[in-house]
């Protein structure tokens, strides 16, 4: 089945900065890869999400990277700000379609 | 659309009490998904459906455990009898066809056996 793993599991990062949050996948036949922001104590809310037809897909200050032949795929903040502190999870679909996800990274984004 | 409602909101009970838990999933959705999360153990998938059919209940903790959709804009799940260790947030998620589209969360119920 789909094995996700997810680094790294804490960020600390000085506002301004950008932070990069890595997953890697097992299930070659994965076709799309969501990612989820989870502000304390509110519910995990998509932020962006990328499908195997393409390598990398933009929104304002945050952009997803995929790489099939490798596995992986990347969250990328640029331009951090205090209210992008969260927990950030990747995700992807097994052969049930149920989503696997990562075990979450918490980002600090210090003023 | 309201989005995913999950009640209720927050649930005390005492150790041994049956504790139900209620989703709507969005209109249209015809997948839904039960989880908890705890700092310990992180997002647990529980149960999944698909047009209302159990598809995988694989991580369902045990027999006190047990869930139900009787139709496209209900489920419940239920502890009986319910434990300390069984407090958590639940979360209620829908999509439509799941695996290539997003799962949206419901607000959660934060569940507290004493």
């Known amino acids: 089945g789909e094995n996700v793993e997810q680094h790294p599991s804490t960020l600390s990062v000085q506002e301004g900065d950008s932070a990069v949050i890595k997953c890697t996948y097992s299930?070659?036949?994965?076709?799309?890869f969501p990612w989820y922001k989870q502000e304390l104590g509110k519910r995990p809310q998509l932020i962006i999400d990328?499908?195997?037809?393409?390598g990398e897909k933009k929104d304002q200050r945050i952009a997803v990277t995929l790489n099939k032949t490798a596995k992986h795929f990347s969250l990328h903040i640029t331009e951090t700000q205090p209210e992008d502190s969260a927990v950030y999870f990747c995700?992807?679909?097994?052969?049930?379609?149920?989503?696997?996800f990562g075990t979450g990274t918490r980002l600090q984004v210090f003023p | 659309d309201a989005g995913v409602i999950q009640s209720p909101r927050h649930e005390v009970t005492e150790m041994g009490q049956e504790v139900t838990l209620r989703c709507k999933p969005i209109?249209?959705?015809?997948?839904l998904f039960w989880y908890r999360q705890t700092m310990m153990r992180g997002l647990e998938l529980l149960i999944y459906?698909?047009?209302?059919?159990?598809?995988?209940d694989s991580g369902m903790p045990e027999d006190r455990f047990s869930a139900k959709m009787p139709n496209a804009s209900f489920s419940t799940l239920k502890i009986q009898p319910s434990e300390p260790r069984d407090s958590a947030v639940y979360f209620c998620?829908?999509?439509?066809?799941?695996?290539?589209?997003?799962?949206?969360f419901g607000p959660g119920t934060r569940l507290t056996v004493l």
């Open positions: 998620a829908s999509s439509f066809i799941a695996g290539v589209n997003t799962q949206y």
């Open positions: 459906f698909n047009n209302n059919v159990p598809i995988d």
């Open positions: 209109s249209g959705h015809n997948s």
């Open positions: 995700a992807a679909p097994d052969n049930t379609d149920k989503l696997i």
């Open positions: 990328i499908r195997s037809n393409v």
């Open positions: 299930d070659s036949a994965s076709n799309y």
